[in-house]
């Protein structure tokens, strides 16, 4: 019986390629974008015009009316998605390390989002690590009272297949011990520091948790090996509920209306810089795409929807509205697929949550290399976090994306950093997301059947566990299942 479903999946999926002849539209969508791409132009005006596009502050309400702007004069059917956030923003940071109190000095350090809006503790240091649950065992009650020290990925030299964590769950999990505040050590070198969320729900979390830098943090765990460090974290912050809206444009489907594919990615982005990479490529990609549909005039089977996502970075805010109103207005259901675009940049190929998608995607890229050969159909399939592709997976949607791209010139240390500028940003990288990406939205929009559907509870719980996200999603409160 096994054999005979793969066979007939099989059969399935080379039948339904065979009827997805998008050869002569993706060479349309090739050449409109190739030629006429707004996406590296308009994302070089918003960053200058605009600056940092943080959810919540003016400069986020101004990206927003920008987006919701040029969607509109593109033709589309454009609507703003309301929904109130509690809204953070950092003010003062004083981060002090010495041997004793009598000795602090200053150390440059920038506060993690949701830490508390006041906040002044002095305390020994502790090293734990990496930060994870397994850094805590041989420590025992020790944490308690104390500050962790954390280093942000996996330390060099430990034991191979040790895994990550997020930033916030490992404040979450220092929490759990006792520490009354956390600093964590960029991986970047020449003293880059790292801003982000420290929390797992987007609420703010009861210490406070900052970034130092690699080579501030680096020397700090050798002074720790060699006596007791004491540090004094002091910070005041802003929190309060704010409004923001999502940007969606809509291209209804003339035949399956109610079947949705979801073109996502988000615009906010941390103050420090711009945020031309994280996620201005991602986002004024989409843009693109919108624009490219109208302009080519393109028709889909299915109800397409792009959408511009506010408060991803603290903690995935609009993205979640989006599903929780999906849910409450009973729509949830006909989203067949969502595509998430988090700082996609000149992909090799497609990304899926579900490997029955393989071999749909592997034939419409087949289509695409006969356009350019630099397109190298790469099929990846699995399943991560914190993104805006998560409160989708987690209802059970299937996601997907770009696959095998490479973020350009050498902009990945400068990741949620004051040196994410658009210098950073190369036009034919963005031209290459979007012209794939709009590929790949066609295709979905319009292949006869999508052979995958919306996972049930017991799927999408074995599906969960089989890509090791029970751990992350404990943490974050967000795992459903009993253990």
Excluded at 388 to 396: C, K, V, Y
Aim: aromatic share 8%; charged share 20%; hydrophobic share 40%.
């Amino acid at each position: 019986m096994k054999n005979f479903f793969l066979l007939a999946l099989t059969s399935f999926c080379l039948s339904a390629t065979a009827q997805d002849n998008f050869g002569p539209v993706f060479t349309k969508i090739n050449a409109e974008v190739q030629s006429n791409s707004k996406a590296y132009s308009t994302l070089k005006d918003a960053s200058l015009t605009i600056g940092h596009r943080l959810t919540g502050s003016t400069n986020g309400a101004k990206a927003e009316e920008y987006a919701y702007n040029l969607l509109k004069s593109y033709g589309c059917d454009v609507k703003y998605q309301p929904f109130e956030v509690e809204s953070w923003d950092r003010k003062t940071i004083s981060v002090k390390i010495g041997s004793t109190a009598s000795d602090l000095a200053p150390v440059k350090a920038v506060t993690l989002a949701h830490s508390p809006v006041a906040a002044n503790v002095t305390a020994d240091l502790i090293d734990v690590g990496n930060g994870l649950e397994a850094d805590y065992l041989p420590l025992g009650d020790k944490v308690k009272g104390k500050i962790a020290l954390i280093y942000l990925g996996v330390l060099p030299g430990s034991p191979k297949g040790t895994g990550s964590l997020h930033r916030s769950e490992k404040t979450a999990i220092a929490t759990s011990h006792g520490a009354i505040g956390v600093i964590i050590i960029n991986t970047v070198k020449n003293g880059v520091l790292l801003t982000g969320t420290a929390s797992v729900t987007g609420k703010l979390i009861p210490i406070p948790a900052v970034c130092i830098g690699l080579e501030s943090g680096m020397a700090l765990k050798e002074k720790l090996k060699a006596g007791d460090q004491i540090a004094s974290i002091a910070m005041t912050n802003f929190s309060g509920l704010i409004k923001a809206r999502n940007v969606i444009a809509t291209l209804k489907g003339t035949e399956f209306p109610k079947e949705k594919i979801v073109v996502g990615g988000h615009l906010d982005s941390w103050d420090l810089a711009t945020g031309a990479i994280d996620n201005g490529i991602g986002s004024f990609s989409i843009l693109d795409m919108a624009r490219t549909f109208k302009k080519l005039n393109l028709s889909t089977k299915r109800t397409v929807e792009f959408v511009l996502f506010m408060g991803e970075e603290q903690g995935l805010l609009g993205s979640k509205a989006y599903v929780a109103q999906a849910k409450k207005d009973k729509t949830i259901d006909q989203i067949s697929y969502m595509l998430n675009y988090d700082m996609t940049n000149d992909p090799k190929g497609f990304s899926t949550t579900r490997k029955e998608m393989e071999p749909l995607l592997r034939g419409w890229g087949e289509q695409i290399t006969k356009i350019d050969t630099a397109y190298k159909n790469l099929i990846q399939s699995g399943a991560g976090l914190h993104s805006d592709h998560q409160p989708f997976m987690l209802e059970g949607i299937t996601t997907g994306g770009g696959a095998g791209g490479r973020l350009p010139n050498n902009s990945g240390p400068y990741y949620h950093s004051d040196g994410d500028t658009f210098k950073l940003v190369d036009e034919q990288g963005m031209k290459n997301t979007v012209r794939f990406s709009a590929m790949q939205t066609y295709a979905l929009a319009n292949t006869p059947k999508i052979p995958v559907g919306k996972q049930n509870e017991v799927d999408l719980e074995a599906f969960l566990r089989a890509q090791n996200l029970k751990e992350p999603l404990k943490i974050a409160g967000e795992w459903r299942w009993k253990d």
